[in-house]
C-alpha cells in the first residue's frame, strides 16, 4: 500500500497558502448572469493552472470563454477535471455577515460568493496535484481541466465546445465540479443527473400599463393569461399535462432501487430545514419519497414578476407578465423535444399569445454505479473519511454532464468539500475548511490509483 | 343673466399669481403610499383657505389628517367641495421631463406630480371663490371644503370621518374631486364610480427557498399555489367563479341605457391609445363594450411576485408569492361581503394556505342623472365649453363617493380640468392652462346658480 504520509504532511503545512490562493481567486467577481468580471477569471484560471505546469489556453466560445489546460504524466492514462469559474449573483448583499466578494475565515469556515461552488473546488484539486509534483516530481497520468464560465446560466454553449473538441478532451475518466459530505459526514457519490429544459414564458397584451377602472371589463390582462396558461401545465394533482410529456420516462431500475434502498430517508430532514409542513403529491418519506425526488420530471415555477409589486395598493391592469419555468428531465427526455411539445400544448390550449425564450437545456445523463473508475474513488474515499461512500444512482439537480457522458463517453464521478450548510446560491456561502483538506487528501488517492 | 364679464376679467388678469400659488402646492411633496410631506402639506392646505377667508382646520384620523373649512355665504344652500392633498409616488423617475416636485411651465402645460390629480382641481375652486369674493365681498352661499390625504391609497380613513361628523359636513350638494374633458373636447359628467375591494393574496410554503433540482418534485411551490388559487377565481371566459359573487349585482336600468346611447363608442381609441388587438369577452365596440367597461364587476389581477425575476435563469423553488386583486364593484355589491365569500370559495377548492391582506375597499355609488343640481352643472357647462356636457351615467374607476351619496345624501357631480393626456399617476402629469382658466369659470357659475 502506498505511503501517503509525506503527501499529507505537505497538503497540511501548506494549507494557509493555499486558502490566501482561493481567497484570491474569490475576491475576482466572475458572475456569469450579469456578465461581470469573466475575461479577467478566465485569465486569473489560465495563471493558476500555468502556476502547476499546465499548458493552458483560453478558447473563446460563443459566450464566456472555457479554460482548457493539460499536463501530461507517467501513465498514458488521462483524467479529466471538469469545473467552473462562473458564480451566481450575490444578491440579497444585506444578508450577507461579509460582503461577497472580500473572502472571510471565521470558525473554520470560508465564507463568499462562489467559494464552494465552484472556486474552492478547483484550487482543491490543483493543490492535490501540488503535493503530488513536490513529493514525486511529476503527475502519474495525464491530467486535462475543462472550466467553463457559464455553469451557472445553464452552460449554453459547453455541448458545442465539447463537441467541437472531442480529440482535445479525450479521456479514460472525468471527475464532477462538486460532490461533498451529507447531514450524517458522510461522503456521497452522486451518479445521475437530471437533465433540465428552462424557459421564460411571457405575455405582452396591451402597449402599455393601463388603469384597472378602465381596462379591467374589456382589456386582455397579461397576468391573468399568464395564470392561466401556467395553470394549463400543471394542476394541483402535480401531473404535467402537456401531451407527450411523459412519453420518454425511464423508470428506476430494481439495481437503482437497491442502491436508493441503502440512503437515508430525508423527510424529517426536509421537514425541518426547508420548514416543509406536508410534502405533496401525499408523500410521506421512505423509499416512495427518496425514488419520487429524483426519478421523476418536473414542471417548477422558480419566478413570477407582473405590475405592481410594491407596497399597498395600486390599481393596473399589467399589459406584461412573466414566469421563469424549469422543468427537470428524466432519462430519456430531450430538451427540444420537451420544447416542441410545450409550444404545441400552448397553442393547443388558446395560448398563442404566450411567448417562450428557451434559456438553456440539456439531458438527464447517469453513470453506471458498477464502473470500476466508480469503484476507485469510492473505495478510497472510506480511507480518509473513515466510512463508506454512499452511491447515489440519480440526484435531482441537473448540470451539463450530458456531453461528457454520451459525447466523450466517460464516467463521470463526484467528489468533493460541499456539506448540507455550505450555502451554495445563498447568501453566506461558505466552505468548511477540514472538508477542503479531507477533499484534497482524497484526490491525491484518486490520481494516483487511477494511474 | 348674470353678466360674468367683471368677474371672469378678473379671473384673466390673475391667472400668473394662481399659477404661482398652485406651483408652491405642487412643490410640496405629499406622497401618501410612502408617508411624505402629509402633514406639511394638510397645513398649506389649511393656509390656503384661510387666506380666503375659511375657518379652517387639521382634523386628525388614524391615517393622513383632513383639512376642513368653511365659509358662510349669504344664502342658506351649502355647497361642499371634496379634494384630496395626497399625490401618487413620481416613480419612474427616469421619465420625467422635469422634476415632478419642480413644477414647470411648457406649451401652456403645468407639469408636476399631482399637478393634475389633484392639486389644481383645488386651486382653481379656491380661484373662483376669490374672483367672487373680489367683485361681491361675499359668497353667495356657504362653502365647506373636505380635503383628504389618503386618496392615492384607497382612503381607507374616510369613511369613518365622514360618519363622525355628519354635523360639520352638511350640505345640499357635492363637487367631486375631479372631472374633465375627454378627446373631442367635450366635457364629462361622471355620476357613478364602481365600488372596490382591494386584496393581497400571499403564501408561504416554505421557511426559505430551495434549489429547485432538490425541491421540485416533493416540496410544495408557492408560486404554483398562488396560480392555482388565482386560475380558480377565474378562467380564460372571464367569469368570476366565487359562489354568491354576482348575487347583488344591481343591472343598468333603461334610463341609463339612453345616456350611454348617446356616449361616442371609444374601441378605436382603445385600440390605438393602449395597443388593444383584440377585446375580451367578444367584445367588439358600440354599446355592448360602453356598458360591459362600466356596469359589469372585474377581478383584475394588479400584480405578480414570487421568486427570481432577474435576467437569465435561477434554480430556485419559491418559498412565497402574492398577488395584487383588484375586484371593481357595481351597485349593490359591498366590499366586506366579497371578502367573506373570496375566503369561503378559497377555503372550498382546498386553498387554506392562501392568505387574504384587504387594502381597502368602497361600494359603487351613483348619483341620479335627473337631479336638479347635475342639470344645472350641465347646462352651466355650455356657456364655458360652447358644447353641451355629456351624462355618462357610471365610470370605471372607484373613489370614495359612497359616504358622500349615501351617509351624507348629496348628489355628487364631476367638472374639472382634466383631459386624456393629463397623465394622472404617471410620468410628465400636467394640466393644460386653458382648461384651468375654464374651470375657474366654470366653477363661478355654479356656485352662483346654486345660491
Known amino acids: 500500500m502506498t505511503d501517503y504520509s509525506k503527501i499529507d504532511a505537505y497538503i497540511d503545512s501548506h494549507l494557509n497558502e493555499n486558502l490566501e490562493e482561493l481567497k484570491r481567486y474569490v475576491a475576482q467577481p466572475s458572475i456569469s448572469a450579469q456578465n461581470l468580471g469573466l475575461k479577467e477569471c478566465a485569465q486569473l484560471v489560465k495563471e493558476m493552472l500555468e502556476k502547476r505546469g499546465f499548458k493552458a489556453e483560453i478558447n473563446a466560445t460563443d459566450g464566456a470563454p472555457v479554460v482548457f489546460g493539460e499536463r501530461k504524466g507517467k501513465s498514458d492514462k488521462t483524467l479529466l477535471i471538469y469545473n467552473h469559474y462562473d458564480v451566481q449573483p450575490p444578491e440579497p448583499l444585506e444578508l450577507w455577515d461579509s460582503p461577497p466578494f472580500q473572502p472571510e475565515i471565521r470558525n473554520g469556515k470560508m465564507y463568499g460568493r462562489g467559494v464552494s461552488d465552484d472556486k474552492a473546488h478547483l484550487t482543491s484539486r490543483l493543490n492535490a496535484i501540488d503535493a503530488i509534483l513536490a513529493e514525486e516530481g511529476e503527475l502519474p497520468c495525464n491530467i486535462k481541466f475543462i472550466v467553463e464560465g457559464e455553469e451557472e446560466t445553464a452552460s449554453v454553449h459547453l455541448h458545442d465546445y465539447i463537441k467541437n473538441n472531442l480529440d482535445k478532451l479525450k479521456a479514460d475518466a472525468c471527475i464532477w465540479e462538486f460532490g461533498g459530505v451529507d447531514h450524517r459526514e458522510r461522503p456521497q457519490q452522486y451518479l445521475g443527473l437530471r437533465g433540465i429544459c428552462y424557459v421564460e414564458l411571457s405575455v405582452t397584451s396591451l402597449s402599455t400599463d393601463v388603469h384597472s377602472g378602465i381596462g379591467g371589463s374589456i382589456f386582455p390582462n397579461a397576468a391573468w393569461r399568464l395564470t392561466w396558461a401556467l395553470s394549463s401545465l400543471k394542476g394541483p394533482d402535480e401531473r404535467i399535462r402537456i401531451p407527450g410529456f411523459y412519453d420518454d420516462v425511464v423508470q428506476p431500475t430494481d439495481r437503482d432501487r437497491e442502491y436508493m434502498e441503502k440512503l437515508p430517508d430525508l423527510a424529517q430532514e ?3 430545514r426547508y420548514g416543509v409542513k406536508e410534502f405533496i403529491k401525499g408523500l410521506e418519506g421512505g423509499m416512495e419519497l427518496k425514488v419520487e425526488e429524483v426519478f421523476t420530471p418536473t414542471c417548477t415555477i422558480c419566478g413570477l414578476t407582473s405590475g405592481y409589486q410594491g407596497p399597498g395598493s395600486k390599481t393596473v391592469q399589467p399589459a406584461f407578465a412573466s414566469a421563469k419555468v424549469d422543468f427537470r428531465l428524466v432519462p430519456n427526455q430531450k430538451p427540444e423535444d420537451i420544447l416542441k411539445k410545450l409550444r404545441a400544448h400552448l ?3 388558446g395560448f398563442q399569445d404566450i411567448e417562450i425564450n428557451f434559456l438553456g437545456g440539456e439531458p438527464a445523463a447517469r453513470t453506471d454505479p458498477d464502473h470500476p473508475f466508480v469503484k476507485l474513488v469510492v473505495e478510497s474515499a472510506e480511507e480518509i473519511y473513515d466510512m463508506p461512500m454512499d452511491i447515489v444512482p ?9 456531453p461528457f457522458v454520451h459525447d466523450l463517453g466517460l464516467p463521470v464521478v463526484t467528489m ?8 451554495a446560491h445563498a447568501p453566506n456561502e461558505n466552505i468548511r475548511i477540514d472538508l477542503y483538506t479531507q477533499h484534497v487528501k482524497h484526490m491525491t488517492r484518486v490520481i494516483k490509483k487511477f494511474a
Open 270 to 272: 426536509y421537514r425541518s
Open 347 to 349: 397553442d393547443a390550449e
Open 394 to 402: 440519480m440526484v435531482g439537480g441537473s448540470g451539463p454532464s450530458y
Open 416 to 423: 468533493g468539500l460541499g456539506y448540507p450548510e455550505t450555502r
